[in-house]
């Protein structure tokens, strides 16, 4: 359930900072190690409480100073309680944001992340396995602040969590980067099969951000496939692509949005995740018939930006 998420975020702007990406992991050297995920890596909060919450903490004058890498706890009471934390990062890394319920707890937690001083903000609530909340992005030195809330606004002395901030590795690979601006179908990067393209949701100013890309596809049959990784690893994007031709068609040609259930003939033109609000990130495939060139988009579900909302976009071409 994501509802307080999108309320708290509808007063965010766009973001009008990137923070210095540092090179992708390179893994060549750990054969018999899978690349860190913030999903399959152990990312539970461990240990004693170091930094309990003191009350009151619903306010920014009153959030609680979190030091990085340390342990704290709270608890939502009573019903529709908000804490509020704030922290520092001292240069631009990639964080990690980890809130879970405590042992023993019933509370179902959700955040949100704001840079103080900026207009862009970050929301999560459950992770694609998980009621706890996974937050993975590479941000840009400042002061942030959390606000951690029961999603349901229930209340308690069983409604604990844990919570931790830390830096931590990429838990993604990629080729290339995005190079703005590519908000346009004229302003589209070209890629190929095989790319490994590394975006963000960001970097149109006050203007939403459309990331176009386009791929030439030899004669003859061939089956392009689009595999975004972004919420599923720690991002908070959820993401659509559309597929296109020259004249800004829909492909593949004849789709339409919002088939009836009922309808087993029609085909939907939005790349979605598999599962709606569960699956966020898109995977899907385009059947060409050869000799075109697809222009491909993405964007966000909702109307929310910043360095958070990054994705990576893979690209297959296989011919058939």
């Not at 903000?121 to 996974?134: G, H």
């Not at 844990?162 to 890629?191: F, G, H, Y």
């Not at 095989?194 to 003859?220: C, E, H, Q, R």
Request: aromatic share 8%; hydrophobic share 35%.
């Amino acid at each position: 359930m994501r509802a307080l998420a999108l309320v708290l975020l509808s007063s965010a702007g766009g973001c009008h900072c990137r923070p210095d990406l540092p090179d992708p992991p390179d893994h060549t050297d750990e054969t018999d190690t899978p690349p860190h995920s913030a999903q399959t890596a152990d990312t539970a909060v461990a240990g004693p409480c170091e930094v309990p919450e003191v009350e009151p903490n619903e306010t920014p004058a009153t959030a609680v100073a979190l030091p990085m890498e340390l342990h704290a706890c709270g608890t939502f009471d009573p019903a529709g309680d908000l804490d509020l934390w704030r922290f520092e990062l001292d240069q631009d890394a990639w964080l990690l944001t980890r809130l879970q319920a405590a042992d023993g707890s019933i509370a179902d937690p959700n955040l949100l992340l704001t840079a103080v001083g900026d207009t862009w903000a970050a929301a999560r609530s459950d992770d694609p396995e998980s009621l706890d909340v996974t937050l993975v992005f590479p941000a840009p030195a400042g002061t942030y602040q959390l606000t951690t809330s029961e999603q349901l606004f229930r209340g308690g002395e069983r409604y604990t969590y844990d919570l931790v901030v830390s830096e931590t590795k990429a838990p993604v690979t990629w080729t290339r980067e995005e190079t703005e601006p590519n908000d346009a179908q004229a302003a589209a990067e070209t890629v190929a099969a095989g790319d490994v393209v590394f975006g963000t949701m960001s970097g149109n100013g006050p203007l939403p951000d459309y990331d176009w890309f386009k791929i030439a596809i030899p004669p003859g049959k061939h089956t392009l496939t689009l595999d975004v990784t972004a919420y599923d690893e720690g991002s908070s994007a959820n993401l659509t692509l559309y597929l296109f031709d020259d004249a800004l068609g829909f492909l593949p040609e004849g789709c339409r949005d919002g088939c009836p259930a009922n309808d087993l003939g029609c085909v939907e033109c939005a790349i979605e995740g598999g599962i709606r609000g569960v699956e966020l990130d898109p995977h899907g495939e385009y059947v060409s018939p050869g000799g075109e060139v697809v222009w491909i988009q993405v964007l966000e579900t909702v109307s929310r930006e910043g360095p958070a909302n990054w994705y990576v976009l893979e690209i297959g071409l296989e011919g058939s």
